[in-house]
């Protein structure tokens, strides 16, 4: 087993610790005598969640490959991406995405079970993601949902990928929810936002789990307010005219999105209302099951919105994972 003990540290870490030199770091599981089981729960977040992508990356680097991943919402997605051998083609068009392409998914509806109908979406993550069944992925696999008619908790671990991620991020208000097996299914961040139990569940003696909300009030509205500001100042002079007497997606984001003169569009309070759920439930959660290494990439600044910014996400999640390399080693020793 190396020893990263006696390494000089580098840089500072989120809390002013310092990390090793990623550079230097090597965990190479083969020298662990007795290979322990190893989960991954990977936390619902929305555009935060372009951090799993670096996590999931630096864990490849260190020769940590988990035998479990679990995944809610847009963990779902990066980690099937991941053990489906996608994950480079995902990372592509997470970095690829603008402001303005970001509309060109956004199918605005009004008057169906949710705001955006998803198709675009759909037809992108078949784009990058082949049919897949689930029971055919190297490691196990678990996309947390939630039934809306009961709020119980359903774990997906076969079927289609695709599907089974689609559940697993349909939003309520944003996405409409999606029919499997005779049940109505949406986002199981509403019930396990970083789903440690289901790793446990299936048996893994070390559970790695990755949050998204540890850092998340503050600055929300008001850059939500700006960015839509933006994204409607984009389209030039004469928006309004342009539109011919109908909405545009881009128009219709701006006053779902936008914050009036006496309070913040209804997009907003939806996006700001899940992101104080999230957290709360998270902190409930992870305090009654707790993991054996948590990560918190520090992306609480970014709106969950902003999809344009995986760059900064990504690297935010290989931080994260630096920043817990002690932690990783002496998990991984300890319960070997």
């Known amino acids: 087993m190396t020893d990263i003990s006696d390494q000089e540290p580098s840089d500072p870490g989120a809390d002013g610790a310092k990390t090793p030199d990623a550079n230097t770091i090597k965990l190479p599981l083969a020298d662990i005598p007795k290979r322990p089981s190893i989960g991954l729960a990977l936390g619902g977040g929305v555009a935060r969640g372009w951090a799993h992508i670096g996590v999931v990356q630096r864990l490849d680097e260190l020769g940590i490959r988990p035998d479990i991943v679990a995944g809610t919402s847009v963990g779902a ?21 603008t402001k303005t392409r970001m509309l060109t998914y956004f199918d605005v509806m009004l008057g169906g079970s949710g705001i955006m109908g998803g198709k675009r979406l759909e037809k992108a993550l078949r784009r990058y993601l082949p049919a897949t069944d689930i029971s055919q992925l190297p490691q196990k696999f678990i996309a947390v949902t939630c039934e809306l008619a009961t709020g119980h908790e359903i774990w997906l671990m076969d079927g289609d990928l695709a599907e089974a ?11 409409p929810p999606r029919a499997h097996n005779g049940r109505w299914l949406i986002d199981g961040a509403l019930v396990n936002p970083v789903p440690v139990s289901a790793c446990r569940a299936l048996g893994a003696r070390v ?4 949050g998204l909300h540890a850092d998340a009030f503050g600055q929300g509205v ?3 307010k700006n960015k839509f500001d933006q994204l409607a100042d984009e389209g030039g002079e004469g928006l309004e005219k342009a539109a011919k007497g109908k909405l545009t997606e881009r128009l219709m984001m701006r006053r779902l999105f936008h914050a009036g003169q006496n309070a913040p569009g209804v997009g907003s309070v939806m996006l700001a209302s899940f992101n104080i759920l999230m957290d709360r439930v998270t902190r409930a959660r992870i305090a009654g099951e707790p993991p054996d290494v948590l ?8 709106p969950l919105l902003d999809f344009d910014r995986a760059d900064e996400l990504i690297k935010l999640g290989r931080n994260a994972v630096d920043h817990q390399i002690r932690e990783l080693e002496s998990a991984l020793t300890y319960l070997a």
């Open 77 to 97: 997605l990066v980690g099937g991406c991941w053990l489906a051998g996608h994950l480079p083609a995902l990372e592509e068009w997470a970095r690829s995405l």
């Open 207 to 210: 559970v790695i789990a990755v």
């Open 222 to 224: 008001m850059q939500r």
């Open 165 to 175: 991620i689609q559940a697993a991020y349909a939003l309520p208000g944003i996405f």
């Open 295 to 302: 990560m918190t990439p520090q992306a609480g600044h970014i």
